[in-house]
Antibody, heavy 125, light 110 residues
Framework: QLLLQESGPLLVKPSETLSLTCIVSGDSMSSDSFYWAWVRQPPGAGLEWIGSIYHTGSSYYSPSLKSRVAMSADTSKSQFSLRLSSVTAADTAIYYC?????????????????WGRGTTVTVSS | QSALTQPPSASGSLGQSVTISCSGT?????????VSWYQRHPGKAPKLMIF???KRPSGVPARFSGSKSDNTASLTVSRLQAEDEADYYC??????????FGGGTRLTVL
């Protein structure tokens, strides 16, 4: 059974960089059938897609966050990571990692079929 | 790329049916069959309920169904049960290598 677990600092200061890692267990990250995504939910708001990465390192980002986001994948450690720079209070949210797979055709278009439990990150001085 | 539009709330009585809409554009919902629906209970991770407009993952009750017409997708929950009370989010592939979510709908079971 595939499990995803987010880890990282729960408190980040304004203007600094938020860094999170998602540890993948129970299956290989190297399959060609999946993308690996980050999604967040600010307080009182809906879900927001941040970006997705393939095991080769190929990635796509939300246009609204693209200038501040970087994702990486380390298949040898079965984990992928998110870095969000120059954070403000608006980046306070629950951050989820998820697997995209199980759909038809290109995996990037696949639904997010497995999710981590999420981690709450607060941006505050 | 704008968020998909969902009603903030919906409600239905036990045993009845309710439909939640998800309005997009000809560049996302209207252009692709890659529309998904997620259920999120408070404090829990989202759960995939419908993908590719109308397909149900293994383990999701048949009471949940999805459809699409032009730029609007819909999720119907039939024979409402108490445990269906949750937030529901739609999502779509939006072209240009992007994905977009809806703002979410809180479903209340009366």
């Amino acid at each position: 059974q595939l499990l995803l677990q987010e880890s990282g600092p729960l408190l980040v200061k304004p203007s600094e960089t938020l860094s999170l890692t998602c540890i993948v267990s129970g299956d290989s990250m190297s399959s060609d059938s999946f993308y690996w995504a980050w999604v967040r939910q600010p307080p009182g708001a809906g879900l927001e897609w941040i970006g997705s990465i393939y095991h080769t390192g190929s990635s796509y980002y939300s246009p609204s966050l693209k200038s501040r986001v970087a994702m990486s994948a380390d298949t040898s450690k079965s984990q992928f990571s998110l870095r969000l720079s120059s954070v403000t209070a608006a980046d306070t949210a629950i951050y989820y990692c998820a697997r995209q797979g199980g759909g038809t055709g290109w995996p990037f278009r696949s639904p997010m079929d497995v999710w981590g439990r999420g981690t709450t990150v607060t941006v505050s001085s | 790329q704008s968020a998909l539009t969902q009603p903030p709330s919906a409600s239905g009585s036990l045993g009845q049916s309710v439909t939640i809409s998800c309005s997009g554009t000809s560049s996302d919902v209207g252009a692709y069959s890659h529309v998904s629906w997620y259920q999120r209970h408070p404090g829990k991770a989202p759960k995939l309920m419908i993908f590719e407009v109308s397909k149900r993952p293994s383990g999701v009750p048949a009471r949940f169904s999805g459809s699409k017409s032009d730029n609007t997708a819909s999720l119907t929950v039939s024979r409402l049960q108490a445990e269906d009370e949750a937030d529901y989010y739609c999502s779509s592939f939006a072209g240009g290598n992007t994905l977009v979510f809806g703002g979410g709908t809180r479903l209340t079971v009366l």
